[in-house]
T-cell receptor, first 116, second 109 residues
Framework: DTGVSQNPRHKITKRGQNVTFRCDPISEHNRLYWYRQTLGQGPEFLTYFQNEAQLEKSRLLSDRFSAERPKGSFSTLEIQRTEQGDSAMYLC??????????????FGPGTRLTVL | GQQVMQIPQYQHVQEGEDFTTYCNSSTTLSNIQWYKQRPGGHPVFLIQLVKSGEVKKQKRLTFQFGEAKKNSSLHITATQTTDVGTYFCAGGGNTPLVFGKGTRLSVIA
């Protein structure tokens, strides 16, 4: 399977716990995005990477959220001290940014987080 | 910051009827992308429009980008049950995509 993969697919945690999600983008894609999606809403941008560099982080994003892409391949998103309001689907997407490229984003299946 | 609005929020149609969703941005866009998300699925890229006034067709789907590059529309002719899902527009460029809330399409057979 050469698509974007995300693990775990589902995560149930108690309020106050830390959680970490992983995203494996399509190989050779140099850009990786994290989004959050709640019911009835479109994907909301969280942060993105160009290779291993984190280029932008949403101003709405709490300091409890951190993301890494250490080798420019897979990425992790960590949420510390989870709150019930963090319950959502966390989507990862990748694309290859380059001259003449379409820049379409390929989304993974998402990780559904439930905070009790 | 940039906002992207879509209307309607929901649309229920009989199979065979046409469907249109509209997208409006608060700012001029470099390009606009459209995605479809099936129930329980993830967004899947449909198309990207770049030029002012651009019109693109994919079988029964017609996409338009406004002259001012601030609005766009997606029109589906003769809907089928396979068209069910939520259609999102997303404003793009050198900054990360800003998605609208989407239009959820239901098709009654």
């Amino acid at each position: 399977d050469t698509g974007v993969s995300q693990n775990p697919r589902h995560k149930i945690t108690k309020r106050g716990q830390n959680v970490t999600f992983r995203c494996d983008p399509i190989s050779e894609h140099n850009r990786l995005y994290w989004y959050r999606q709640t019911l009835g809403q479109g994907p909301e941008f969280l942060t993105y990477f160009q290779n291993e560099a984190q280029l932008e982080k949403s101003r709405l994003l709490s300091d409890r959220f951190s993301a890494e892409r250490p080798k420019g391949s897979f990425s992790t998103l960590e949420i510390q001290r989870t709150e019930q309001g963090d319950s959502a689907m966390y989507l990862c997407a990748s694309t290859h940014l380059g001259k003449g490229k379409l820049n379409e984003q390929f989304f993974g299946p998402g990780t559904r987080l439930t905070v009790l | 910051g940039q906002q992207v609005m879509q209307i309607p929020q929901y649309q229920h149609v009989q199979e065979g009827e046409d469907f249109t969703t509209y997208c409006n941005s608060s700012t001029t866009l470099s390009n606009i992308q459209w995605y479809k998300q099936r129930p329980g699925g993830h967004p899947v890229f449909l198309i990207q429009l770049v030029k002012s006034g651009e019109v693109k067709k994919q079988k029964r789907l017609t996409f338009q980008f406004g002259e001012a590059k601030k609005n766009s529309s997606l029109h589906i002719t003769a809907t089928q049950t396979t068209d069910v899902g939520t259609y999102f527009c997303a404003g793009g460029g050198n900054t990360p995509l800003v998605f609208g809330k989407g239009t959820r399409l239901s098709v009654i057979a």
